[in-house]
């Protein structure tokens, strides 16, 4: 199932490359278009068949790949990972949709490489194996590389390149880390290196190797500036899914392999990250302020919000992980949400400074509308799904420093300043752009791509029960494994 | 559907069909959907405090659905109805129809009514989940959606670039406060456990809680530190001296919005949360001071800038402000019923003034400099006679409805024997002279004496009956809802949703204080009135005479103690210029400048030098390649 649900777009991908260029990609978009819906169809099979009341991975594969190194190809989801499998599948369709229109050169390319992208990321999520999650994490970095490059804005070639070798500096890091407990545990099997005792000082430098590849892709600070620069550049589609998917591969990282395999320094680290962590909540908040750019001061406000879902993480309480985790969804949505608003407007007038807009209200009612519910659901206002998990998560924080949960706190009120002033900058006020006049209303295609954002941010606004309750047993046996102390196992473990 | 809950869910189908199909079946039918919600929704709530308030239901109490569910931490949607949200209930509802059916004449000409009708009632059902909460989280939740509506509201006539400045900085200044109560929520759940108000509350009252906690800086009072955080909320809500700023600049919305959020409702929804944490706030006197000293403090800050404004909305904002100011050091000396009293008649009254001016404001045509006014007394009688009862209700004039909680809030804080209580009683008593002073100065500058502005005043009109009409309703609360509410503030009529500690019985020992308590009030009325008199009626020249005179004291006045400039000076600019340098300086000249770019250019250099190696020349292959089987062997070998 799994497996399906993986390589399904991957071989729609080899579908439109065996088909060819034709009809100008219009069959490329109509594949893939189906495909990803197929795929979302699969990924909510799988959550009707997913088990929340067990804490172990599910639906998992297991078939022998590189016996020689005990390296195999096992799959498995558990309640930590199926909500970024099904927010993949989700938001893979919508941008394929959203790309209908404004993508129209190598259409054939750019379907190629969007659906390989989610193969990828989908996979990276389900991979229980340290090689085989290596592999994908890195090949999902070619497409992206190339959406980027190829499809990007005007300064493209230096953003993509700023991407990669960021990434990359932080995944030759990682390699070492794998390598290194590969070697400690002798299997590269993921839920087993779970369980190995390892000792304080191991901990520390398997820690720190991770950190520098999840820290780079989360974003967090100071390592956050490829990002504004990325999404600036990127397509529309481009940014949805960097920010709605490939930021949650960092904190993904951080749930699945620092807290429950280097329980140890995870706490001793935990003052490091919650000191970045809100470094980046006010830092990025106050630049956010003074941007002129419609997509970097949501790039930015991006950082803001993942620092909130990175001092979730390291709370070690239930309240503080579970926000953290919704808040990684919520930020999926409503992040993508935003920069599908933008990309509406940047089709239509070519521009992303925020001073040629004004008055949008007056001619786009409808979009007015639905950029003012997600400005409000990435303010948190209760109600919507921002709220719910930037609550749980300051109410873990408050929990474990009183300090760190108070500084964050004013990440809130700065976050309503740059959000509503960009909305009164952009869409109230008088039109004085002259093209602003004949800016027509929101297409049904594009109230499509909306509609099942806007269910979400309600849905988990007002009633998050069923979502949470995906992951409330994994969180728990989470909890168990981070309050493991790996060092007195060490101490009575008998050494081979 | 309980009858509760239908009176949240009626105004929400209301907004929600204008809403979202507003645009298509057109403003008479949402206006019909949207009143009908309310009015429905008012019935409802009427038959409900008659069960509470006048049968002898003690509270009713439903759980709804849960909400957020984390490990032990679980809070639902629920719905609490004692006397004390019943009274609210009545309030909301009561106010919310009269507003919504004054707006169908005085938006009249306004191409966005489907809008406007949809947010007034997204408006009611956030107030109404505030008042019915069970617990603090829904509260919070009610609190932030009345600041949306609030946000939505004032910035309706979104081409205004005031507008929508306005409504920026009422949804930050109350963000500030959020910030206060969001804290105060998480010590909450960290004390007790819960955030369920019977739960809390019990926890509380039987002192099982660590004295003590551990906060920032050292330790804390507990409960001190609980209450002062939700008061920092209740200060934003309720424009409270220091985070009153926004309250002005709200004036900026419709005139109907300010009647019914920014002056019978939302903005009590910090009295009210004060009054229903009165478990909490009871066991701190530490919180309780400081809770009348702003009140006291503030009560006489907006009467002095209420003095001197032109724009007859800025001077019922302020008075509205320096009202808010009465009730909590109502509730800061143990006087919950007074304040809830207060806040009832306040309702009705100054709903009234609002209405009254913007039906003055529609026959001026919006015009609302009330220097540019004047002898409007004989175009608009109507008008005029019901913004004279608004008038001397808030005034204090015996037999009206403020008559009676104003009384009793200055009775109370005297009776409080207390330092604090005996500072609120003076600063109360001094502002009450100004109330007066600024009302009637309201009253002759706009009504009496000569018209400033003769075209104007010639095409005045007096307001259609769908206008009057609700006027005539708030009138008649504002006459008699003091007789009326006058047993809340007998001995427990609130029952168990109003707690007090032994010796906080200064309401209590209200009846029994000295003469000079009672009467003085009403020497302050007649003092403001005769000087209103001299000053706008009889010696018209004086006023500004005496502004010419005392220049300085007067531009201090008339920009508010300059708290926007300083706020400006302190918050604004400050936040603006960091974030620039930040951004400049921190992202892109250090970390990208010597970080990223900086190691980009330093690989490249090397890289440049590495290339110089590959010469191309077999010979040096050559070279390299015996000088590496060299080094291999010497190790391996």
């Known amino acids: 199932m799994l497996t399906l649900v993986t390589f399904l777009p991957l071989v729609a991908a080899l579908v439109i490359l065996l088909l060819g260029r034709r009809d100008e990609g219009g069959t490329a978009r109509l594949v893939a278009l189906a495909t990803s819906l197929l795929t979302f169809l699969i990924s909510l099979i799988i959550y009707a068949g997913f088990d929340p009341g067990k804490a172990n991975f599910q639906f998992v594969q297991e078939v022998s790949w590189i016996p020689s190194f005990g390296i195999n190809y096992r799959m498995g989801v558990d309640g930590i990972s199926l909500p970024f499998v099904l927010l993949t599948a989700l938001l893979t369709p919508i941008c394929i949709l959203a790309s209908w229109q404004t993508i129209q050169k190598r259409v054939y390319e750019y379907m190629i490489a969007f659906l390989t992208l989610e193969s990828f990321v989908i996979g990276v999520f389900c991979a229980l194996d340290f090689v085989l999650f290596y592999v994908l994490w890195e090949a999902m970095l070619i497409p992206m590389f190339l959406i980027i490059g190829v499809w990007g804005g005007p300064r493209r070639v230096y953003a993509a390149l700023k991407f990669f070798l960021y990434t990359l500096a932080g995944s030759v890091l990682m390699l070492i880390a794998i390598l290194a407990l590969a070697w400690q545990g002798g299997t590269f099997s993921i839920p087993e290196l779970m369980a190995l005792p390892l000792s304080f000082n191991f901990q520390v430098w398997v820690f720190l190797a991770f950190f520098v590849s999840f820290a780079v892709k989360v974003p967090m600070w100071p390592v956050h500036t490829w990002l504004p620069d990325a999404h600036v550049e990127a397509p529309t589609a481009g940014s949805v899914i960097l920010a709605g998917i490939l930021l949650k591969m960092g904190a993904y990282g951080f749930l699945r392999f620092s807290l429950p395999m280097l329980p140890d320094a995870s706490h001793f680290f935990a003052p490091f990250i919650y ?53 990684m969804v919520n930020h999926g949505i409503v992040s993508g949400a935003l920069f ?46 921002g709220f719910v998990g930037e609550f749980l998560i300051l109410l873990g924080a408050y929990q474990s420093s009183k300090w760190v949960a108070v500084v964050a706190t004013t990440g809130v009120v700065l976050g309503a300043a740059y959000m509503l002033w960009m909305y009164k900058r952009v869409v109230f006020g008088v039109i004085r752009n002259p093209e602003v006049e004949h ?47 790996k060092m007195a196992m060490m101490a009575t473990a008998v050494l081979p | 559907m309980s009858r509760n809950l239908l009176i949240i869910v009626l105004p929400l189908i209301g907004a929600l069909i204008a809403g979202i199909l507003g645009r298509r079946i057109g403003n008479k039918s949402s206006q019909i959907v949207t009143i009908s919600g309310v009015v429905i929704s008012l019935l409802l709530s009427i038959s409900v405090f008659v069960r509470v308030a006048v049968g002898d239901v003690p509270a009713m109490h439903e759980e709804i659905f849960s909400w957020i569910v984390s490990d032990q931490f679980r809070v639902s949607f629920g719905l609490l109805v004692d006397r004390l949200t019943a009274v609210m209930l009545i309030v909301v509802t009561g106010v919310s129809a009269m507003v919504h059916i004054y707006s169908v004449g005085y938006m009249h000409e306004d191409p966005d009514q489907p809008r406007f009708f949809s947010y007034l009632s997204l408006f009611t059902v956030a107030m109404l989940m505030l008042v019915m909460a069970d617990n603090f989280l829904q509260l919070f939740f009610g609190w932030e959606g009345v600041g949306l509506a609030s946000y939505l509201l004032i910035g309706f006539w979104f081409k205004k670039e005031s507008a929508s400045a306005a409504a920026i900085k009422a ?53 001190t530190l609980i209450c002062l955080l939700l008061f920092i909320g209740a200060m934003g809500k309720s424009a409270q001296l220091g985070l009153h700023t926004w309250l002005p600049d709200a004036m900026e919305g419709p005139t109907p919005v300010s009647a019914l959020i920014h002056a019978a409702t939302m903005v009590t929804a910090g009295v009210f949360m004060v009054c229903r944490a009165s478990p909490l706030f009871e066991l701190s006197e530490t919180a309780l001071s400081v809770v009348t000293l702003v009140g006291a403090a503030t009560a006489f800050f907006a009467a002095t800038v209420g003095l001197v404004q032109n724009d007859i909305k800025r001077v019922i904002a302020y008075s509205t402000c320096s009202q808010l100011g009465y009730m909590f050091f109502a509730a800061g000396v143990s006087a919950y019923s007074a304040a809830m009293f207060h806040l009832m008649t306040h309702a009705f009254f100054k709903a009234l003034l609002f209405l009254g001016a913007g039906s003055v404001i529609h026959a001026m045509h919006h015009e609302q400099d009330m220097r540019r006014m004047g002898g409007l007394a004989r175009k608009i009688p109507v008008t005029y006679a019901l913004m004279v009862v608004g008038t001397l209700a808030l005034t204090g004039f015996p037999g009206l409805a403020g008559f009676f909680s104003k009384d009793a809030i200055l009775e109370s804080a005297y009776a409080a024997h207390t330092t ?78 109003i707690v007090l ?33 001299l000053f706008y009626i009889k010696y018209t020249d004086l006023p500004r005479f005496i502004a ?87 190790f391996y070998a």
């Open chain 2, 501 to 533: 500690v032994t010796g906080h019985d200064a309401l209590a020992q209200a009846h029994h204080v000295g003469g000079f308590v009672k009467v003085l009030p009403f020497v302050m009325f007649v003092i403001g009135f005769v000087v209103a008199y």
């Open chain 1, 275 to 327: 000191g970045l962590s809100l470094v980046a909540i006010v830092y990025t908040a106050l630049v956010a302020l003074v941007q002129t750019d419609l997509k970097k001061l949501i790039a930015y406000s991006s950082v803001s919000h993942m620092g909130f879902v990175t001092i979730g993480l390291f709370t070690f309480n239930q309240q503080g992980i579970e926000g953290g985790i919704l808040q």
């Open chain 2, 420 to 497: 604090v209580g005996q500072i609120a009683f003076w600063l109360g008593i001094s502002a009450a002279a100004m109330t007066t002073f600024y009302s009637f100065r309201l009253l002759f500058m706009t009504f009496h004496g000569t018209p400033a502005d003769h075209h104007a005043c010639d095409h005045a009109h007096e307001s259609p009956h769908i206008m009057l009409a609700p006027l005539l309703v708030l009138a008649f609360g504002a006459i008699f809802s003091g007789w009326v509410g006058l047993p809340m503030i007998g001995d427990g009529w609130f029952g168990s949703a």
């Open chain 1, 340 to 385: 599908l608003l933008v990309g509406v407007v940047y089709d239509r007038l070519h521009t992303r400074d925020i001073v040629k807009f004004g008055g949008l209200a007056l001619r786009m009612p409808v979009y007015a509308t639905f950029f003012m519910i997600f400005t409000m659901a990435s303010v948190g206002l209760p109600g919507t799904n």
């Open chain 1, 439 to 485: 800016l027509s209303d929101l297409s049904p295609r594009e109230v499509a791509l909306f509609v099942p954002l806007l269910l979400l941010v309600f849905w988990i606004g007002f009633y998050p029960v069923p979502f949470m309750d995906l992951f409330h047993v994994s969180v728990q046996h989470l909890l168990v494994q981070t309050d493991v102390n």
């Open chain 2, 171 to 223: 949804f930050l200044v109350n963000r500030v406060g959020d910030f206060g109560f969001a804290i105060g929520i998480f010590t909450i759940y960290l004390v007790f456990g819960s955030l369920d108000y019977n739960h809390v509350f019990a926890m509380a009252g039987s002192g099982n809680y660590p004295a003590t906690i551990d906060f920032l800086t050292g330790q804390v009072n507990t409960m």
């Open chain 2, 548 to 634: 010419e005179v005392w220049r300085g004291s007067y531009q201090f006045l008339l920009n508010a103690w300059y708290f926007d400039r300083f706020y400006d000076w302190l918050l604004v600019r400050p936040a603006k210029a960091i974030g620039q340098g930040l951004w400049k300086t921190g992202d892109e000249t250090v970390i990208d400048g010597y970080g990223v770019n900086g190691l980009a250019a330093t690989i490249g250099q090397w890289a440049g030098r590495m290339r110089t190696v590959q010469s191309g020349y077999i010979y040096h292959y050559a070279f390299a390649m015996l000088v590496g089987i060299l080094v291999l062997i010497t």
